[in-house]
């Protein structure tokens, strides 16, 4: 009896080009794994160390990340998922500039954010001075916005777009033509909602909310300017201040298995998506979104626009203002020389970066579909799980082995090549991102039939010119997707970068946030505008493809 195609799959050994790039996945993975294997060593000095957290330090930073994320899980689904519902359900003035002006937020970094509202409500701002002059009142008139309320706050402004994206997706597939079902079957809009709409829509409310949260613990830009005791800040105050190489990596280990949850989490309400985004048959023309009139029709259109007016346009208003001052007023003006080495580093790394993970995006889905094999699919697996680890773990990951083996062999400067150079950055970078561009080159190919294949070998064409002459050309625009995609996340990246980053090569984001600490923030208003107007590409493809997914819809 012959075998069957998945036992000869099996049995077949793998291509050499998987070889390698499974490989390549297990070096991306190593920074996990040293996380995990320092577990291994739990010696008397790591079970002291865990047991002084225990006493001292590990309960104030799950409380303080509890506070916070559980208020940002909350604001994110009434926020994301209210405004989806608004622009996919209802109809009123403004609707279509809202289906995309509320992507914006998500060009703008929650450091920047905060370094922005900080300087504009604190008690020495701009509007408390001016609300004390007019008024005649005195001392401060509201609460210091550097606390854990400020930032939360701050964090569903910035995040919401993860829960609004994917819910108005799911939405949009079959929302109007249920909705409208259930108001032929004499169902109220209050019903239609609760019990339509709603129910159709949690597992991706569910996926939106687990990324935000992912977003969330992963911060230190926020966490460190408003003195939050989280994970993360803990990871770099163990290490970078105390030089505890074991409590940073316990607290990591910690922050990791957290992660983890969100990550299986939102896997599930992923898969679930299947069920609540299937189309039906067909959209009828009476299936339209509700007609909103009158103050309905404007209360809609704020709720709407509250969120993309602090989130962003107020914002970008706020950073022009400081610019603006720098530049008129400051003692030296705007340090253009100095920006212009800022940007050239940021430019620099997130171009090799970029690159690199786009490359190897292509070749990892191009080998799947060469011949599937177990083997490249766990590679390919861990590969799609490196945008959930934070990028302190991933710092954290890396000095260890380097310091364990530059220890071990003091003259091989491997520590120094990790932490001096680039090379260690863009090693971080392609471990924390390359997931974003293997998720766009694998949507990619999965446009591209088997049938092409088929007809380039039967012509004789092998591997090489099939990827090169085919499958390159007709996937050009989907790599540089997601190497713009890459770009745009390495250079609003902190936490990693702060760690690994080579001497005298500060990025756009690494001097933002050190001017913001040096209280400097006019002089911080230049680097984050930048980072801000690199964040609109995303938000702009993002935009588009909604457009043309909508106008498939129709």
């Given at each position: 009896m012959s075998a069957t195609p998945l036992a000869r799959l099996r049995a077949e050994p793998p291509h050499p080009l998987q070889w390698l790039l499974a490989l390549l996945c297990l070096v991306l993975a190593l920074p996990v794994l040293s996380i995990a294997s320092s577990w291994l060593s739990f010696d008397a000095t790591a079970r002291e160390t865990l047991a002084h957290q225990l006493d001292t330090v590990l309960p104030g930073y799950a409380l303080a990340s509890l506070q916070l994320t559980l208020p940002v899980a909350l604001g994110v689904a009434v926020v994301g998922g209210g405004a989806a519902a608004l622009v996919t359900l209802l109809r009123f003035p403004g609707r279509g500039v809202m289906e995309w002006a509320l992507l914006l937020p998500l060009a703008m970094p929650a450091y920047v954010l905060a370094y922005v509202y900080t300087d504009t409500l604190q008690s020495s701002g701009p509007l408390q001075v001016w609300l004390r002059a007019r008024t005649g009142a005195t001392g401060a008139l509201?609460?210091?916005?550097?606390?854990?309320?400020?930032?939360?706050?701050?964090?569903?402004?910035?995040?919401?777009?993860?829960?609004?994206?994917?819910?108005?997706?799911?939405?949009?597939?079959?929302?109007?033509?249920?909705?409208?079902?259930?108001?032929?079957?004499?169902?109220?809009?209050?019903?239609?909602?609760t019990e339509v709409a709603l129910p159709m829509a949690r597992p991706a409310l569910a996926a939106g909310v687990a990324l935000a949260l992912m977003e969330t613990l992963a911060d230190y830009g926020v966490g460190a300017y408003f003195g939050l005791n989280t994970f993360t800040t803990g990871i770099y105050k163990a290490w970078l201040s105390f030089g505890d190489r074991h409590a940073a990596a316990q607290l990591a280990t910690v922050l990791l298995l957290v992660?983890?949850?969100?990550?299986?989490?939102?896997?599930?309400?992923?898969?679930?998506?299947?069920?609540?985004?299937?189309?039906?048959?067909?959209?009828?023309?009476?299936?339209?979104?509700?007609?909103?009139?009158?103050?309905?029709?404007?209360?809609?259109?704020?709720?709407?626009?509250?969120?993309?007016?602090?989130?962003?346009?107020?914002?970008?208003?706020?950073?022009?203002?400081?610019?603006?001052?720098?530049?008129?007023?400051?003692?030296?003006?705007?340090?253009?020389?100095?920006?212009?080495?800022?940007?050239?580093?940021?430019?620099?790394?997130?171009?090799?970066?970029?690159?690199?993970?786009?490359?190897?995006?292509?070749?990892?889905?191009?080998?799947?579909?060469?011949?599937?094999?177990?083997?490249?699919?766990?590679?390919?697996?861990?590969?799609?799980?490196?945008?959930?680890?934070?990028?302190?773990?991933?710092?954290?990951?890396?000095?260890?082995?380097?310091?364990?083996?530059?220890?071990?062999?003091?003259?091989?400067?491997?520590?120094?090549?990790?932490?001096?150079?680039?090379?260690?950055?863009?090693?971080?970078?392609?471990?924390?991102?390359?997931?974003?561009?293997?998720?766009?080159?694998?949507?990619?190919?999965?446009?591209?039939p088997g049938s092409l294949d088929e007809t380039a070998r039967m012509l004789g064409a092998g591997n090489a010119r099939i990827l090169g002459r085919i499958h390159l050309p007709l996937l050009h625009r989907t790599v540089l997707a997601a190497a713009l995609l890459v770009f745009v996340d390495v250079m609003k990246e902190l936490p990693a970068t702060l760690a690994l980053r080579p001497f005298n090569s500060d990025t756009l984001a690494i001097i933002a946030s050190q001017l913001a600490r040096d209280e400097r923030l006019a002089e911080a208003a230049l680097p984050s505008l930048a980072l801000v107007v690199v964040g609109l590409a995303p938000v702009i493809l993002l935009s588009r493809a909604m457009r043309r997914g909508d106008s498939l819809a129709t």
């Amino acid at each position: 009896m012959s075998a069957t195609p998945l036992a000869r799959l099996r049995a077949e050994p793998p291509h050499p080009l998987q070889w390698l790039l499974a490989l390549l996945c297990l070096v991306l993975a190593l920074p996990v794994l040293s996380i995990a294997s320092s577990w291994l060593s739990f010696d008397a000095t790591a079970r002291e160390t865990l047991a002084h957290q225990l006493d001292t330090v590990l309960p104030g930073y799950a409380l303080a990340s509890l506070q916070l994320t559980l208020p940002v899980a909350l604001g994110v689904a009434v926020v994301g998922g209210g405004a989806a519902a608004l622009v996919t359900l209802l109809r009123f003035p403004g609707r279509g500039v809202m289906e995309w002006a509320l992507l914006l937020p998500l060009a703008m970094p929650a450091y920047v954010l905060a370094y922005v509202y900080t300087d504009t409500l604190q008690s020495s701002g701009p509007l408390q001075v001016w609300l004390r002059a007019r008024t005649g009142a005195t001392g401060a008139l509201w609460p210091d916005i550097r606390s854990t309320g400020g930032a939360v706050v701050l964090f569903i402004l910035t995040l919401y777009p993860y829960v609004y994206l994917l819910t108005r997706t799911a939405l949009t597939e079959r929302g109007a033509v249920l909705m409208e079902a259930a108001r032929l079957l004499g169902a109220g809009p209050w019903r239609r909602l609760t019990e339509v709409a709603l129910p159709m829509a949690r597992p991706a409310l569910a996926a939106g909310v687990a990324l935000a949260l992912m977003e969330t613990l992963a911060d230190y830009g926020v966490g460190a300017y408003f003195g939050l005791n989280t994970f993360t800040t803990g990871i770099y105050k163990a290490w970078l201040s105390f030089g505890d190489r074991h409590a940073a990596a316990q607290l990591a280990t910690v922050l990791l298995l957290v992660v983890g949850v969100l990550v299986w989490l939102e896997r599930r309400a992923q898969s679930r998506l299947r069920f609540s985004t299937s189309r039906g048959p067909g959209s009828s023309p009476e299936a339209r979104p509700v007609q909103l009139q009158g103050a309905a029709a404007w209360a809609a259109l704020a709720a709407c626009l509250l969120p993309v007016l602090l989130g962003f346009l107020l914002p970008v208003a706020l950073l022009l203002r400081l610019v603006t001052l720098e530049a008129l007023h400051g003692e030296f003006g705007l340090p253009w020389e100095r920006f212009g080495q800022w940007a050239w580093a940021s430019l620099r790394l997130s171009g090799l970066a970029a690159l690199a993970a786009a490359g190897m995006a292509l070749l990892l889905a191009f080998a799947s579909r060469l011949r599937p094999h177990p083997l490249l699919g766990a590679g390919v697996r861990v590969v799609s799980l490196g945008y959930a680890v934070p990028g302190a773990v991933i710092a954290i990951g890396l000095l260890l082995p380097s310091g364990w083996a530059q220890q071990r062999w003091p003259d091989s400067q491997i520590g120094t090549l990790l932490t001096s150079t680039s090379l260690g950055l863009v090693y971080a970078y392609l471990v924390r991102f390359s997931a974003v561009a293997l998720q766009s080159v694998e949507a990619g190919y999965a446009r591209l039939p088997g049938s092409l294949d088929e007809t380039a070998r039967m012509l004789g064409a092998g591997n090489a010119r099939i990827l090169g002459r085919i499958h390159l050309p007709l996937l050009h625009r989907t790599v540089l997707a997601a190497a713009l995609l890459v770009f745009v996340d390495v250079m609003k990246e902190l936490p990693a970068t702060l760690a690994l980053r080579p001497f005298n090569s500060d990025t756009l984001a690494i001097i933002a946030s050190q001017l913001a600490r040096d209280e400097r923030l006019a002089e911080a208003a230049l680097p984050s505008l930048a980072l801000v107007v690199v964040g609109l590409a995303p938000v702009i493809l993002l935009s588009r493809a909604m457009r043309r997914g909508d106008s498939l819809a129709t």
